[in-house]
């Protein structure tokens, strides 16, 4: 479901992983390669064709956004498929974002001809040379230093749209976000409103300082 903090937790992973391996580093100097984030939202790239995500996840991999990219895939799968890897070898992590929006009908370019419908019955278009079979792939490569984190709002997204992935078993591990209960929200709502209202440098929070002045 949307807005139930999918997002919010993935980034305060990755925050907590860097944390984790700078203070590890700084025990033991440079022990731990701190990992290569790729962030990218799937809105951003669908309906761009076949090698638009790949291409932008070159693009934050190594930096470079002037030049043009031939042939995205082979030069990726160099870096996340090497021959050899050793303990120095940094780690990369892939996450998609709404990666839902690549299975929309607006991006029927990522699929050949539809193959699954959502509730309402509108066509998905999703092949078996989809970008993201790919991508899923190759963390269970030899040698694989990629991970993939996808964010969905449909709990069954990969077993319905990505069903060759069960096939080959190589299936991710899926975590569901159960929508909030009245109970969350409430507690949400007043941890946003304590947060607001945090004691200033002063040791008075706003309110109690607007009501002094008022009182004045």
Not at 8 to 36: G, S
Not at 85 to 101: G, L, M
Not at 203 to 208: D, I, L, Q, V, Y
Request: with cysteine; net charge positive; proline share 6%.
């Amino acid at each position: 479901s949307p807005g139930t903090g999918k997002t919010a937790v993935v980034t305060k992973t990755v925050e907590k992983i860097k944390e984790w391996v700078r203070t590890q580093n700084c025990k033991k100097k440079n022990t731990v390669p701190m990992p290569h984030i790729v962030f990218l939202n799937g809105v951003t790239v669908a309906g761009q064709g076949h090698s638009a995500i790949f291409d932008e996840v070159y693009r934050q991999f190594t930096g470079d956004y002037e030049n043009t990219i031939q042939d995205a895939v082979g030069l990726l799968e160099k870096k996340f498929l090497p021959k050899r890897r050793n303990k120095n070898t940094r780690p990369v992590v892939v996450i998609i974002d709404e990666i839902d929006a690549l299975f929309s009908k607006s991006s029927s370019s990522y699929g050949s001809r539809p193959t699954s419908h959502n509730a309402s019955g509108s066509n998905y278009h999703v092949s078996a040379q989809s970008p993201l079979y790919r991508l899923f792939e190759w963390p269970a490569r030899a040698n694989s230093i990629c991970t993939i984190v996808g964010i969905a709002n449909s709990v069954d997204l990969i077993q319905r749209l990505l069903p060759m992935l069960r096939r080959k078993k190589l299936e991710p591990t899926s975590i569901v976000f159960e929508p909030y209960d009245k109970n969350q929200i409430t507690k949400i709502l007043l941890s946003r409103l304590n947060a607001a209202l945090q004691n200033d440098d002063n040791g008075e929070s706003p309110m109690k300082e607007s009501n002094t002045k008022k009182r004045k």
